[in-house]
């Protein structure tokens, strides 16, 4: 479960937050990285370098915007051409807006629906064909508790990520027998830019300052009262891409302190 020598992962969203140390943990294991997300190109360079370095594996840097299909697309040819397989892919980019549904703006509903989920689907179009010429392949969809339970002024989010959790049943059910899974984690609020942000928005949507948003909105639906953390999910992840996890396709595993248990 812990040794990726010889594979090659793709995570998407993977300059910080969970996608970040999903690409860490895959990297201090002894697989080949392509990490994409935004931020500035100099540190992008820096973090590429730092991984390769201490790791001694080989990390590659994809731009792609996740908005556009043929650039995600690119980003899975690109892994394939660069370092000869496509062993793991991570559907992580994800972006998020807090707004009543009737003053929702279109273009936000448009962009989180392209970034959260239509990129999961050209991702995977482009991938599968090349996991089942090699015979195996998993596949991480990073879903949300928020793909099984709705929250108020989420519309986008929470329908994009409800459709990650359909596309993950879809696409386990379809290469089922081809030495691929298809699973979607779920975790509940981790301490991440996008969630910093969110705090941000709800304390100026509520009127209310940053402590109490995470006590009061934040954290309100996880019993544990605490964020999920990113070694947590890493613990997860590690078992759905290694050989253990080979029976495990089309769930959804929640990581979200009981918060969908309720």
């Not at 081809?178 to 942000?197: K, L, S, W, Y």
């Amino acid at each position: 479960m812990n040794d990726l020598s010889g594979q090659v992962a793709v995570i998407t969203g993977s300059t910080s937050g969970i996608g970040l140390a999903l690409a860490r943990a895959v990297a201090a294991r002894g697989g080949d990285v392509v990490l994409n997300g935004l931020g500035d190109p100099s540190e992008i360079e820096r973090t590429r370098a730092g991984i390769e370095a201490a790791c001694g594996v080989r990390v590659r840097y994809h731009a792609a915007d996740m908005r556009r299909g043929e650039e995600v697309a690119d980003l899975v040819a690109f892994a394939k051409h660069e370092l000869g397989r496509l062993d793991v892919l991570v559907n992580n980019a994800g972006v998020q807006h807090v707004e009543a549904i009737e003053k929702f703006p279109s273009e936000k509903w448009d962009q989180i629906i392209a970034v959260n989920l239509s990129s999961a689907f050209y991702a995977i179009r482009a991938a599968v064909p090349i996991m089942k010429a090699q015979g195996r392949g998993r596949i991480v969809n990073v879903a949300s508790a928020h793909g099984l339970r709705a929250s108020p002024f989420k519309s986008a989010y929470v329908a994009a990520k409800h459709g990650v959790i359909g596309l993950t049943k879809t696409v386990a059910l379809e290469t089922a027998r081809d030495g691929i899974t298809c699973n979607a984690i779920c975790p509940g609020f981790v301490e991440t830019p996008i969630v910093e942000r969110q705090i941000a928005d709800q304390a100026r949507t509520h009127g209310i300052s940053k402590d109490r948003v995470v006590e009061e909105v934040i954290l309100a639906k996880q019993p544990t009262k605490r964020f999920v953390t990113s070694d947590e999910l890493t613990g997860l992840f590690l078992y759905l891409v290694s050989d253990l996890g080979a029976s495990a396709t089309g769930g959804s595993f929640s990581i979200d302190g009981g918060w969908t248990a309720q």
